[in-house]
């Protein structure tokens, strides 16, 4: 989630940022001010900006009194200060600094009758205007540039960052915290609905999302409505078709024992005759049997459907597992290597259950490590001791790594080499699997780094504190 909600809200604050930046700039350089309507002096920024300081002098004085165009003055910094100065009718400045006998000359020649004056002729440039404060006080205001230089613009400029940065900072975080919370919104949205489609994705037919969206838009609650239908849908559909597989397989056992049965009585009577045939028969209803047999032994129910409760110690089970296929290793010359920690390794189990998990995938390794090679068997710790782990690695050829997780699928083999006699019909792994998940643990396979298909349970610990 922390990925996908910091790329929504830094790219929601970020555009929010820049159009705020770029108005309050546009706003400056333009000057989109009411008063360039009366002024016009917009048209001379490039020419003389020491003017357009001019008119911002008097508009910011105009409104005040001597006393608050004293503080204002004095509240300039000095690096803009020395580029305006506000003259009373004595000649001297409001706040007592020196002025140049060159201004002072030029400030006399601003009068009531003469409000506004501009001298080009030296290199400084200089503009006037006579205006009354507020109070009634007559006051000459000169600002001062220089030929070929901006220092007006600049001033201006500087001021303008100076007074803005506040509005800047306050709109900006504004916007962040507006931001803030649309992204939170989303992304929790998002992440929900991708958490689920994940789950799905794994199997998990149960989940529902609609109680996560309550309290939001009607659509984004129709969406949800109608994402757990369809989950909903899909769960019957799926849990149906298990049923049916399972009422199908049910049905056929009583005509298949039939069918043994006659089989057993056509070879009694045959006297050699049709050994081959029968016998091939024989092959074929023997393998619809083991079919039918795991078929029925696979769990209908979904996650949480089994009540789990009994205890298992994983490391007598596999004590005992290796034991029972001792002789079938040796036949094969395979040796079984057992690594076991020292104590009890207790999970919850229903019934031995766990048994048919552990002896499929220990003898589909017997079946598939060459001759004179090993399997191990590791049981070992995860997560502070809140998980078991149990690898069974063979040193067969291993898998493709593209159909690693499509092994757990009910009949699926990796190719047409892989028979209903030399690889089995493809449901011993898929019950491992779901028994394993009714158990709240996963089952995974790997390729090992030194060959051979290494398979990974895991179960939570039993907790008896």
Same mark, same amino acid.
């Given at each position: 989630?922390?990925?996908?909600?910091?790329?929504?809200?830094?790219?929601?604050?970020?555009?929010?940022?820049?159009?705020?930046?770029?108005?309050?700039?546009?706003?400056?350089? !333009?000057?989109? +001010?009411?008063?360039?309507?009366?002024?016009?002096?917009?048209?001379?920024?490039?020419?003389?900006?020491?003017?357009?300081?001019?008119?911002?002098?008097? @508009?910011?004085?105009?409104?005040?009194?001597?006393?608050?165009?004293?503080?204002?003055?004095?509240?300039?910094?000095?690096?803009?200060?020395?580029?305006?100065?506000?003259?009373?009718?004595?000649?001297?400045?409001?706040?007592?600094?020196?002025?140049?006998?060159?201004?002072?000359?030029?400030?006399?020649?601003?009068?009531?009758?003469?409000?506004?004056?501009?001298?080009?002729?030296?290199?400084? #440039?200089?503009?006037?205007?006579?205006?009354?404060?507020?109070?009634?006080?007559?006051?000459?205001?000169?600002?001062?540039?220089?030929?070929?230089?901006?220092?007006?613009?600049?001033?201006?400029?500087?001021? !303008?960052?100076?007074?803005?940065?506040?509005?800047?900072?306050?709109?900006?975080?504004?916007?962040? $915290?507006?931001?803030?919370?649309?992204?939170?919104?989303?992304?929790?949205?998002?992440?929900?609905?991708?958490?689920?489609?994940?789950?799905?994705?794994?199997?998990?037919?149960?989940?529902?999302?609609?109680?996560?969206?309550?309290?939001?838009?009607?659509?984004?609650?129709?969406?949800? =409505?109608? !994402?757990?239908? &369809?989950?909903?849908?899909?769960?019957?559909?799926?849990?149906?078709?298990?049923?049916?597989?399972? =009422?199908?397989?049910?049905?056929?056992?009583?005509?298949?024992?039939?069918?043994?049965?006659?089989?057993?009585?056509?070879?009694?009577?045959?006297?050699?005759?049709?050994?081959?045939?029968?016998?091939?028969?024989?092959?074929?209803?023997?393998?619809?049997?083991?079919?039918?047999?795991?078929?029925?032994? &696979?769990?209908?129910?979904?996650?949480?459907?089994?009540?789990?409760?009994?205890?298992? =110690?994983?490391? @007598?089970?596999?004590?005992? #597992?290796?034991?029972?296929?001792?002789?079938?290793?040796?036949?094969?010359?395979?040796?079984?290597?057992?690594?076991?920690?020292?104590?009890?390794?207790?999970?919850? $189990?229903?019934?031995?259950?766990?048994?048919?998990?552990?002896?499929?995938?220990?003898?589909?390794?017997?079946?598939?490590?060459?001759?004179?090679?090993?399997?191990?068997?590791?049981?070992?710790?995860?997560?502070? /001791?809140?998980?078991?782990?149990?690898?069974?690695?063979?040193? @067969?050829?291993?898998? /493709?790594?593209?159909?690693?997780?499509?092994?757990?699928?009910?009949?699926?083999?990796? $190719?047409?080499?892989?028979?209903?006699? $030399?690889?089995?019909? @493809?449901?011993?792994?898929?019950?491992?699997?779901?028994? +394993?998940?009714?158990?709240?643990?996963?089952?995974?396979?790997?390729?090992?780094?030194?060959?051979?298909?290494?398979?990974?349970?895991?179960?939570?610990?039993?907790?008896?504190?």
């Amino acid at each position: 989630m922390t990925r996908l909600y910091l790329k929504i809200f830094f790219s929601f604050w970020l555009v929010m940022a820049l159009m705020i930046v770029a108005t309050i700039f546009v706003v400056y350089w !333009f000057d989109l +001010t009411p008063e360039k309507n009366f002024t016009g002096h917009n048209r001379d920024r490039l020419s003389a900006p020491a003017k357009q300081l001019l008119h911002q002098a008097v @508009g910011a004085s105009i409104n005040n009194s001597r006393p608050q165009a004293v503080h204002g003055l004095k509240s300039m910094p000095l690096w803009a200060s020395r580029y305006i100065y506000v003259i009373d009718q004595q000649g001297h400045d409001l706040i007592s600094r020196p002025v140049p006998q060159a201004i002072k000359a030029f400030a006399l020649k601003i009068n009531h009758d003469r409000p506004f004056a501009k001298s080009l002729r030296s290199k400084r #440039l200089l503009f006037g205007r006579y205006i009354q404060l507020a109070d009634g006080t007559p006051v000459r205001i000169v600002t001062v540039g220089r030929k070929g230089s901006n220092a007006g613009g600049n001033v201006l400029w500087q001021l !303008f960052l100076q007074n803005v940065w506040p509005l800047l900072l306050v709109s900006i975080l504004i916007s962040g $915290s507006a931001c803030l919370f649309l992204a939170k919104r989303m992304a929790r949205g998002l992440q929900t609905l991708k958490n689920a489609t994940r789950k799905i994705a794994r199997g998990d037919l149960s989940v529902r999302i609609s109680k996560q969206f309550a309290g939001q838009g009607e659509e984004i609650i129709a969406l949800a =409505d109608d !994402f757990d239908n &369809m989950t909903a849908r899909l769960e019957k559909a799926m849990l149906e078709q298990r049923r049916l597989i399972k =009422d199908v397989s049910h049905e056929l056992r009583s005509p298949l024992a039939r069918l043994q049965i006659a089989l057993g009585l056509a070879q009694q009577r045959s006297r050699g005759t049709v050994d081959k045939e029968l016998e091939r028969i024989k092959e074929a209803a023997d393998y619809l049997n083991n079919v039918i047999s795991d078929i029925l032994s &696979m769990p209908v129910h979904d996650d949480g459907g089994w009540d789990l409760h009994d205890t298992l =110690d994983l490391r @007598g089970l596999l004590q005992t #597992l290796v034991h029972n296929c001792e002789q079938e290793a040796n036949n094969k010359k395979v040796t079984l290597k057992l690594a076991l920690p020292m104590g009890e390794c207790l999970v919850a $189990s229903r019934g031995n259950t766990l048994i048919g998990v552990f002896e499929n995938v220990l003898r589909n390794a017997l079946h598939y490590t060459p001759e004179e090679s090993s399997i191990d068997i590791t049981l070992s710790r995860l997560n502070s /001791d809140k998980l078991s782990c149990i690898d069974i690695r063979d040193r @067969g050829l291993g898998v /493709d790594s593209a159909l690693l997780e499509d092994i757990f699928q009910p009949f699926f083999r990796i $190719s047409e080499a892989r028979d209903r006699f $030399s690889g089995g019909h @493809g449901l011993g792994l898929a019950i491992a699997a779901r028994t +394993t998940s009714l158990h709240g643990g996963h089952i995974t396979a790997s390729n090992h780094s030194d060959g051979g298909l290494c398979v990974r349970i895991t179960l939570p610990n039993l907790n008896l504190s």
